[in-house]
């Protein structure tokens, strides 16, 4: 079964250091892969997805992510953080054949210091 | 845009009570799902469905039922409500293809549900 580790529940950064959240799942055959935010009280919402295109993956506000099959890892960066940046990032898979099954990581939650 | 609407956002039921989690989307989506949301534990499928009128377990299905009897609606029923179904709900819509929206799940506001 697929699976999805994020490492570290907890990550503080600097306002305008680099942003690294670290996901990597558990897959024979590459699948699709998201980051999804979610702010206190919201949704979720996409951040950004891979589903086999460019493994370079840019997303909204900033945020981008890189598909490293050897490594089976998919994680996500920004160059400088924002104090608006501050929430929980989900990192999660699907099967290419089931993409409306998401199996989700446990989240990072992410502090920005001013 | 209302995407994928949930109501209620928030609710308090006694132990054994019953109660239904109303999903709506207006994207024409053929696959929508419910997840719930625990601390530490990210989100966990609950049902999924493919289709109106085919509905299908997810990972959590226990105390839960659900049917598809429209391409909009998705309603999540709580049969006996017990304290370990205290969580926070989301429900989701997408669809397979091409396209920037293709293969991504969309998700509600959420409805947040304490059982006494």
């Known amino acids: 079964a697929q699976s999805v580790t994020q490492l570290g529940s907890h990550v503080s950064v600097s306002e305008g250091a680099l942003v690294l959240l670290r996901c990597n799942y558990s897959s024979s055959v590459p699948p699709y892969l998201f980051w999804y935010v979610q702010y206190p009280n919201q949704g979720l919402q996409l951040l950004l997805k891979?589903?086999?295109?460019?493994?370079l993956v840019k997303g909204i506000n900033g945020f981008e992510a890189e598909f490293k099959k050897s490594e089976t890892s998919f994680h996500l960066t920004k160059p400088s953080a924002h104090m608006s940046d501050a929430a929980e990032y989900f990192c999660a898979v699907s099967d290419v054949d089931s993409s409306y099954k998401l199996i989700f990581g446990s989240g990072t939650r992410l502090l920005v210091r001013p | 845009n209302a995407g994928v609407t949930q109501t209620p956002k928030f609710q308090v039921l006694k132990t054994g009570q019953s109660m239904t989690l109303q999903c709506a989307q207006d994207m024409n989506h053929e696959y929508m799902s419910w997840y719930r949301q625990d601390p530490g534990m990210g989100l966990r499928l609950i049902h999924y469905?493919?289709?109106?009128?085919?509905?299908d377990q997810g990972e959590v299905p226990n105390g839960y039922n659900v049917s598809r009897s429209t391409t909009e609606d998705f309603p999540l029923r709580l049969l006996s409500a017990a304290p370990s179904q205290t969580s926070v709900y989301f429900c989701?819509?997408?669809?397979?293809?091409?396209?920037?929206?293709?293969?991504?799940?969309?998700f509600g506001e959420g409805s947040w549900l304490t059982v006494v």
């Open positions: 989701a819509s997408s669809y397979t293809g091409q396209g920037r929206s293709g293969n991504t799940i969309y």
């Open positions: 891979y589903t086999s295109a460019a493994t």
């Open positions: 469905s493919v289709g109106a009128g085919i509905t």
